[in-house]
Nanobody, 123 residues
Framework: EVQLVESGGGMVQPGGSLRLSCSASGFTFSSYDMSWVRQAPGKGPEWVSIINYRGGITDYADSVKGRFTISRDNAKNTLYLQMNSLKPEDTALYYC????????????????WGQGTQVTVSS
């Protein structure tokens, strides 16, 4: 059974940092591109970042570029998202998602999602 379990969310002041983790099991993690997706209250899902199966290629939404860093440890079956210089508009439920098909930038490209971890940026 494929499982994705996010952790590391919490409440932080503007300008602060958090590191999200996504622990994967039930499939060959090193064979799949992975993405982070977030959903703010009252809004639709928003793609945040993607990393290819080897970890050598990454991409970011313009809204987080330069502040967030995606990475993975295939030996530990874990995906990460380092978030720095957090802003109130980064407040959302953050999901990791497995890219099942396509390029991995669209919601329909994902075949498995985690349950999400809440990030709240507020003073």
């Amino acid at each position: 059974e494929v499982q994705l379990v996010e952790s590391g969310g919490g409440m932080v002041q503007p300008g602060g940092s958090l590191r999200l983790s996504c622990s994967a099991s039930g499939f060959t993690f090193s064979s799949y591109d992975m993405s982070w997706v977030r959903q703010a209250p009252g809004k639709g899902p928003e793609w945040v970042s993607i990393i290819n199966y080897r970890g050598g290629i990454t991409d970011y939404a313009d809204s987080v570029k330069g502040r967030f860093t995606i990475s993975r440890d295939n030996a530990k079956n874990t995906l990460y998202l380092q978030m720095n210089s957090l802003k109130p508009e980064d407040t959302a439920l953050y999901y990791c998602a497995r890219v099942g098909h396509g390029l991995g930038y669209r919601i329909n490209d994902y075949d498995y999602w985690g349950q999400g971890t809440q990030v709240t940026v507020s003073s």
